[in-house]
Structures are given as structure tokens and as C-alpha cells.
């Protein structure tokens, strides 16, 4: 009987702190299981080439750079933009590529399509138009300010709509 009373008596100790101190630390289980999930929607893409994702860091397949960290939350998107040679790509791909909430962007001189990849939360397609035309280049929505157009290299310049 003394031995039943005992047990009783450490059990329900055992309960109460467990009762008391959520389950040993669940705030830190937690914790690991959001960390874990914010893992899970990462992917790694090229920058020149964003049609290409992997799960894991390393190099593109078609270029050989870098891989960058995307998410899951990322969406791509392919608008018109006008040029006409490297240049034109290196200046629409180099203003892109200093925006931190666009992690790929890359533009094909033969189609006149820049495919990029962006955090929707952080800005919007109509910005990533604006940032295009504010170096001089119209876009498929925005057209870039005349001034600026003019101040292009002349290899850049490319036949205009009205």
C-alpha cells in the first residue's frame, strides 16, 4: 500500500511539471518545425537562366554561374521588352540584378523577352516594367521617358512606337 501511495505521489509531480512546463520545451520544438519549414519552400535558380531550379546550391547547367537562393514564394514572369544587343541585355539585366527582392532576371535579344523571377510581397511586375524604362528601355506596358531613351548607346536604340 506505502508503495502504491509513493508511485501515485511521483506521478502525479511528473504531471503537474509537465503539465506546467509545456511538455519540455515545446516553444524550442516549435521553433525548429517553422525554421524547417522556411527550408522546405527554398529553391536555388540561375540568374541569366530561370527556368533552371534545383533543391540544392551549386552551378547552372547551361552557364556555369552561381546558383541563387529562391522561394517558393518567388513567381516568374515573362514581359516584352525592347533592345537590341548585348548591351541592351547587360543594362536590362544589370538594373534587375541589383534588386534584392528579384532574384533572376534574364533577357532574349532574339525574342525581345525578359523572363524574371520576384518576390511578389516585395514588388510587383508593374515596378520591374518601371525599373526596365527608367534606364531606357519600353516595355511591353511602360515606355520609358524620351530623354532617357535618347541618352542610349546608339547600338541600343531601337525603332520606337509611337
Known amino acids: 500500500m ?90 536590362i539585366e544589370g538594373t534587375l540584378g541589383k534588386n534584392k527582392a528579384i532574384s533572376a532576371a534574364s533577357w532574349d535579344e532574339s525574342t525581345k523577352k525578359l523572363t524574371v523571377t520576384y518576390e511578389p510581397d516585395k514588388i510587383t511586375i508593374d515596378q520591374i516594367r518601371q525599373l526596365v524604362a527608367d534606364v531606357g528601355y519600353d516595355t511591353d506596358k511602360i515606355r520609358a521617358k524620351d530623354e532617357v531613351y535618347e541618352e542610349l548607346p546608339g547600338c541600343c536604340k531601337y525603332v520606337r512606337k509611337k
Request: hydrophobic share 30%; proline share 3%.
Open 2 to 91: 506505502k508503495k502504491l501511495v509513493i508511485t501515485s505521489l511521483f506521478l502525479s509531480v511528473v504531471f503537474s511539471l509537465t503539465l506546467f512546463t509545456g511538455c519540455g520545451g515545446t516553444a524550442k520544438q516549435d521553433e525548429g518545425k517553422a525554421e524547417s519549414a522556411n527550408k522546405t519552400n527554398v529553391f536555388y535558380t540561375c540568374p541569366m537562366h530561370p527556368n533552371v531550379k534545383s533543391k540544392k546550391d551549386g552551378k547552372c547547367p547551361e552557364c556555369g554561374m552561381a546558383l541563387v537562393e529562391a522561394s517558393l514564394k518567388s513567381k516568374t514572369e515573362t514581359i516584352g521588352v525592347n533592345g537590341n544587343c548585348g548591351m541592351c541585355k547587360e543594362a
